[in-house]
């Protein structure tokens, strides 16, 4: 196995969202590198940078936010927490529900991927911020 970089990448919602605004600044703060995939003007060659992160930062945060229905983001998780694992990398998952209500297509996906992240033992959050911390404390673990 390749030795981790010691990088939080930041993965999930993307599009107009700016969850990962906040996010850098407090990792930028804490002296702490991080690799944001969102860039303007996006490319198949960026696919395989993000691959690339998804495989070597020392810790994955997968947030995904209440602003779209992240069908795509949730269907991302398994991948990314099954890589994790592999890889030793932290995996973290923020899951914030959608506005639409419980009984919406939406919310059920996440309610899903949710029960199937806890039946494996991982701890999902509800909101970014603690992930954050625990980023920050996995990181800064020898």
């Known amino acids: 196995m390749a030795p981790l970089q010691n990088t939080v990448g930041l993965f ?9 605004n906040a996010v850098m600044a407090r990792l930028d703060a804490a002296g702490i590198a991080y690799f944001n995939p969102v860039v303007p003007d996006w490319t198949p060659a960026h696919a395989e940078l993000e691959s690339q992160h998804l495989a070597s930062d020392r810790v994955i945060l997968l947030v995904i936010t209440a602003e779209t229905e992240g069908y795509g983001s949730l269907a991302e998780t398994g991948w990314a927490a099954l890589s994790a694992a592999q890889n030793g990398q932290a995996f973290l998952l923020v899951i914030e529900d959608y506005p639409d209500g ?3 297509a939406a919310n059920r996906a996440r309610a899903l991927v949710r029960a199937h992240a806890q039946k494996a033992g991982m701890t999902v959050y509800d ?3 603690t992930a954050v911390t625990a980023a920050i404390e996995a990181i800064r673990k020898p």
């Open 12 to 20: 999930g919602t993307a599009g107009n969202s700016t969850w990962r």
């Open 102 to 104: 419980p009984k919406s």
């Open 127 to 129: 909101d970014v911020d």
